[in-house]
C-alpha cells in the first residue's frame, strides 16, 4: 500500500531551469494539495485540487503551475526555478469533498534546492 | 484569515513523563481537528483525529477537544525518546477542502 507517492526525492536545479513535481495516490482520493514547507514558516499551500478536472491557488501560488492529470495525479511545475523557491515540497491527498471531515495523507516529500 | 496557533517550544520533558501540546483556533465553526507528528526530515503523519468536545484516547496519545473555548490539546503518556518530534495542528472547516495547519510545536523528550 503505497500511499502517496513522490518522485524525485531530492533535486539540484540552476536558476532559472525548468521541472516537474510528480505526485501519485493510490487510496482513490478526491482531493490532491502541494504544500511547501520552510524553517519557521510552516506549511504553506501551493495549489489544491479537490476533484479531477479542478485546481485552485492556495496561500503562495506565484511561480508554480499544476495539473491535476487524472484522480490519481498531481503535478507540480516550477517554470523558472528561483532561489526563493528552495524548499521541501509535500503532495497531500484527502479521501472525499471539501465537505468532510477526512484528515490528509501526506507524501515523503521532495527536497529542492535551486542555486 | 482563520488561524491556528500553537507554542514553537522547544517543550522539553523527561522520559516517562506526560507531554501536554495546545493549539488554539479562531474559526468558531471549525469541525475537524487533527495531530500530525513530524520527525526531523520527514513528512507529517497523522496520530489523531477528533471531532466532538471532550477526550479521544488511542494508546498513550489522547486529544482533547474545547470548542467553546476554541483549543484542542494533545497528551502523551509516558512519554518516550522516540516521542521527539514537531507536532503539527490542523483544523478544518464543514465546507472547506483546506485544513489551517499552525506551525508545530517541538517536542523533545529526554532520558
Known amino acids: 500500500n503505497a500511499g502517496v507517492t513522490q518522485t524525485p526525492k531530492f533535486q539540484v536545479l540552476k536558476t532559472g531551469q525548468s521541472m516537474t513535481l510528480q505526485c501519485a495516490q493510490d487510496m482513490n482520493h478526491n482531493s490532491m494539495y502541494w504544500y511547501r514547507q520552510d524553517p519557521g514558516m510552516g506549511l504553506r499551500l501551493i495549489y489544491y485540487s479537490a476533484s479531477e478536472g479542478t485546481t485552485d491557488k492556495g496561500e503562495v501560488p506565484n511561480g508554480y503551475n499544476v495539473s491535476r492529470l487524472n484522480k490519481r495525479e498531481f503535478s507540480l511545475r516550477l517554470e523558472s526555478a528561483a532561489p526563493s523557491q528552495t524548499s521541501v515540497y509535500f503532495c497531500?491527498?484527502?479521501?472525499?469533498?471539501?465537505?468532510?471531515?477526512?484528515?490528509?495523507?501526506f507524501g515523503d516529500g521532495t527536497r529542492l534546492s535551486i542555486l | 484569515q482563520k488561524e491556528v496557533e500553537q507554542n514553537s517550544g522547544p517543550l522539553s520533558v523527561p522520559e516517562g513523563a506526560i507531554a501536554s501540546l495546545n493549539c488554539t483556533y479562531s474559526d468558531r465553526v471549525s469541525q475537524s481537528f487533527f495531530w500530525y507528528r513530524q520527525y526531523s526530515g520527514k513528512s507529517p503523519e497523522l496520530i489523531m483525529s477528533?471531532?466532538?468536545?471532550g477526550d479521544k484516547e488511542d494508546g498513550r496519545f489522547t486529544a482533547q477537544l474545547n470548542k467553546a473555548s476554541q483549543y484542542v490539546s494533545l497528551l502523551i503518556r509516558d512519554s518516550q525518546p522516540s516521542d521527539s518530534a514537531t507536532y503539527l495542528c490542523?483544523?478544518?472547516?464543514?465546507?472547506?477542502?483546506?485544513?489551517?495547519f499552525g506551525r508545530g510545536t517541538s517536542l523533545i523528550v529526554h532520558p
Open positions: 477528533i471531532y466532538s468536545n
Open positions: 490542523a483544523v478544518k472547516s464543514g465546507g472547506s477542502y483546506i485544513p489551517t
Open positions: 497531500a491527498s484527502s479521501p472525499g469533498t471539501g465537505t468532510d471531515n477526512q484528515p490528509q495523507h
